[in-house]
């Protein structure tokens, strides 16, 4: 039997009394009212002394970890259809290994989340070349983005909402950009047990922005198996096809009749061994899905991720008009989790929302530019269940 997500929290609160009745360490999600207040520990120190901080709140069933590294999610714990909490967010118990070794778990994205050819881009006239990092390109802001700086960590209570506003100057010229870029992002929690992103930026010359959130997804609990019978629906009739370094062709292509039609939720397993042309260049999925809603004033349904072994459930809305689908191709095995077991190929997956890739070399697509004067503004939700 299926239950709603207030018979879960129920059901969870009970069995924290009745853990603590008989001597146990079970911990219940408060049932309603306001969250628990932000609590700040030290995780680790940088190699140049920098101390990293990590955040710990909760509200409405749901447990957030967050890292001053990064703005990185570092644990998301939501129960399943009978109350029991398991982290579902990829990642490590250690600052060492974020900083050597990381797939941008967890991490907020920018100055540019996604890819841009040859690391370039012309703007106003002007080409601007940025950190490459990745082949040819640059990727997710460069080679020292977002993902690796400290940023400023402020907690905050407002009614019964709990969250941080994590605050960064990324400077003129960094990474290649133009612009001093002024950045907030506001993690908060909701009563609801929603985890909302607000992203936020000026600046004082034309640059272009798209920012982002690369957590890495297993519903049945990081380190539990592969995320092929995960149900995956994307609200998208094209998306856009990429050549070999991943760059985006321009084209804008239909889902109809290929493995990437995700429409009507299906495994994501059932097709990822297809064998489409796209495919094998992404040795999986890691495309771009063109949201059929496009740029909303507030935040529409994009995607739903449900596991259901666990019955936990994911619901993704957004004002942004694309969602990079990554099905964790590069998962090698090589990386050992917070469960303290490793990652192999699958084992997580990416549900990012954005702009799309190379968006300043693609006329076509929608603009990533931003001017002074003009404040960069999107949310995205994220919803949970069972």
């Given at each position: 039997m299926?239950?709603?997500r207030?018979?879960v929290?129920?059901?969870?609160?009970?069995?924290?009394?009745?853990?603590?009745?008989l001597?146990?360490?079970?911990e219940?999600a408060?049932?309603?009212?306001?969250?628990?207040?932000?609590?700040?520990?030290?995780?680790g120190?940088?190699?140049?002394?920098?101390?990293?901080?990590?955040?710990?709140?909760?509200n409405?069933?749901?447990?957030?970890?967050?890292?001053?590294?990064?703005?990185?999610v570092?644990?998301?714990?939501?129960?399943?259809?009978?109350?029991?909490?398991?982290?579902?967010?990829?990642?490590?118990?250690n600052?060492?290994?974020?900083?050597?070794?990381?797939?941008?778990?967890?991490a907020?994205?920018?100055?540019?989340?996604?890819?841009?050819?040859?690391?370039?881009?012309?703007?106003?006239?002007?080409?601007y070349?940025?950190?490459?990092?990745d082949?040819?390109?640059?990727?997710?802001?460069?080679?020292?983005?977002?993902?690796k700086?400290?940023w400023?960590?402020?907690?905050?209570?407002?009614?019964?909402?709990?969250?941080?506003?994590?605050?960064?100057?990324?400077?003129?010229?960094?990474m290649?950009?133009?612009?001093?870029?002024?950045?907030?992002?506001?993690?908060?929690l909701?009563?609801h047990?929603?985890?909302?992103?607000?992203?936020?930026?000026?600046?004082d010359?034309?640059?272009?922005v798209?920012?982002?959130?690369?957590?890495?997804?297993?519903?049945g609990g990081?380190?539990s198996?592969?995320?092929?019978?995960?149900?995956?629906?994307?609200?998208?009739?094209?998306?856009?096809?990429?050549?070999?370094?991943?760059?985006?062709?321009?084209?804008l292509?239909?889902?109809?009749?290929?493995?990437?039609?995700?429409?009507?939720?299906?495994?994501?397993?059932?097709?990822?061994?297809?064998?489409?042309?796209q495919?094998?260049?992404?040795q999986?999925?890691?495309?771009?899905?063109?949201l059929?809603?496009?740029?909303?004033?507030r935040?529409?349904?994009a995607?739903?991720?449900?596991?259901?072994s666990?019955?936990?459930?994911?619901s993704i809305?957004?004002?942004?008009?694309?969602l990079q689908?990554?099905?964790g191709?590069?998962?090698?095995?090589?990386?050992?989790?917070?469960s303290?077991?490793?990652?192999?190929?699958g084992?997580?997956?990416?549900?990012?929302?954005?702009?799309?890739?190379d968006?300043p070399?693609?006329?076509?697509?929608p603009?990533?530019?931003?001017?002074?004067?003009?404040v960069?503004?999107?949310r995205?939700?994220?919803?949970?269940?069972?």
């Amino acid at each position: 039997m299926e239950l709603n997500r207030r018979t879960v929290l129920a059901s969870a609160a009970a069995a924290g009394l009745a853990a603590t009745a008989l001597g146990g360490t079970a911990e219940a999600a408060p049932a309603s009212g306001k969250g628990r207040k932000p609590v700040k520990e030290l995780f680790g120190t940088l190699a140049d002394g920098t101390k990293v901080h990590r955040w710990s709140l909760e509200n409405g069933g749901t447990r957030l970890k967050v890292l001053s590294y990064g703005g990185i999610v570092q644990s998301l714990e939501i129960p399943d259809r009978h109350g029991r909490y398991a982290n579902v967010s990829a990642g490590f118990d250690n600052l060492d290994d974020y900083v050597a070794s990381s797939p941008y778990f967890g991490a907020l994205i920018g100055r540019y989340g996604n890819r841009i050819g040859k690391g370039r881009f012309t703007l106003d006239g002007r080409t601007y070349q940025l950190s490459v990092n990745d082949g040819d390109n640059s990727l997710h802001g460069g080679a020292k983005g977002f993902d690796k700086r400290v940023w400023d960590v402020e907690p905050f209570t407002h009614g019964s909402d709990v969250g941080l506003r994590l605050h960064h100057v990324s400077v003129d010229g960094e990474m290649g950009y133009p612009g001093t870029l002024r950045v907030t992002v506001t993690y908060t929690l909701t009563r609801h047990g929603d985890w909302i992103i607000d992203y936020e930026a000026t600046t004082d010359k034309a640059t272009v922005v798209n920012l982002t959130s690369h957590v890495y997804w297993n519903l049945g609990g990081e380190g539990s198996g592969g995320i092929e019978d995960h149900e995956l629906r994307i609200a998208a009739s094209r998306y856009t096809p990429t050549d070999s370094g991943l760059i985006p062709t321009g084209e804008l292509a239909k889902v109809a009749g290929t493995p990437f039609d995700f429409r009507r939720a299906k495994p994501v397993g059932r097709d990822i061994r297809a064998g489409h042309p796209q495919q094998i260049l992404a040795q999986g999925f890691d495309h771009n899905w063109v949201l059929d809603k496009g740029i909303t004033a507030r935040p529409e349904h994009a995607a739903t991720l449900r596991d259901p072994s666990s019955g936990r459930t994911l619901s993704i809305a957004t004002n942004e008009p694309g969602l990079q689908f990554y099905s964790g191709n590069f998962l090698d095995g090589t990386l050992t989790g917070t469960s303290g077991r490793v990652y192999r190929q699958g084992d997580a997956l990416c549900l990012e929302t954005q702009h799309f890739p190379d968006s300043p070399n693609q006329p076509s697509f929608p603009s990533t530019v931003l001017r002074p004067g003009q404040v960069y503004r999107t949310r995205t939700v994220h919803s949970f269940d069972a």
